[in-house]
């Protein structure tokens, strides 16, 4: 903050954990923000829940509802009569293959190692916490920055060596050892 004085307005506080957190300027003078480390989607998700249990507590929602189930029960009741429906006797997965299946075993563009910790380019690319990484470092920096050129950058420091000094002989090795041929 020694750095950028300008930024301080930009600190705030959570207000469910309390961690301070640099939020977009335009929401700087806001008290009741919650942190993007998950007490945000938290709070949103609690949000959602009351109100749709507020709504299906009315006479409209009661009605609304058993019309969903109406609709749903007839259906999975007749393929479990006719015998499509999966049953685990048969000895089928209990979770259908789905994209979870087919994305686990296709392999990823890139990946980042960090000691020992590999991460998925894709993995980091989805992660809820990039938005915030991105207008953290926009801030900071003062340049706007996408995700694709931020995931360049991530990529260009994590290809750097360490500031230990050790010889050219021990740098391959590690490398081996986190690579094996």
Not at 64 to 93: F, H, I, V
């Amino acid at each position: 903050m020694k750095a950028h004085p300008d930024l301080q307005p930009c600190v705030v506080h959570c207000a469910h954990c309390g961690i301070r957190f640099l939020t977009h300027p335009r929401n700087a003078g806001r008290r009741k923000l919650r942190c993007p480390f998950g007490c945000r989607e938290h709070h949103r998700r609690q949000s959602s829940n009351r109100r749709s249990t507020a709504y299906y507590r009315t006479a409209a929602g009661r009605r609304k509802k058993q019309a969903q189930n109406r609709r749903r029960a007839p259906a999975s009741a007749d393929r479990r009569s006719l015998g499509e429906g999966p049953t685990l006797l048969e000895g089928q997965p209990d979770q259908p293959p789905g994209p979870d299946r087919a994305t686990a075993s296709a392999p990823s563009q890139a990946e980042l190692r960090l000691d020992g910790v590999v991460v998925d380019e894709s993995t980091l690319a989805s992660s809820p916490v990039m938005p915030y990484l991105r207008m953290m470092v926009s801030l900071i920096e003062g340049i706007a920055f996408t995700s694709d050129e931020l995931l360049q950058r991530l990529r260009q420091s994590l290809r750097q060596h360490s500031i230990a000094r050790r010889k050219r002989r021990d740098y391959r090795l590690s490398y081996l050892r986190q690579h094996p041929p």
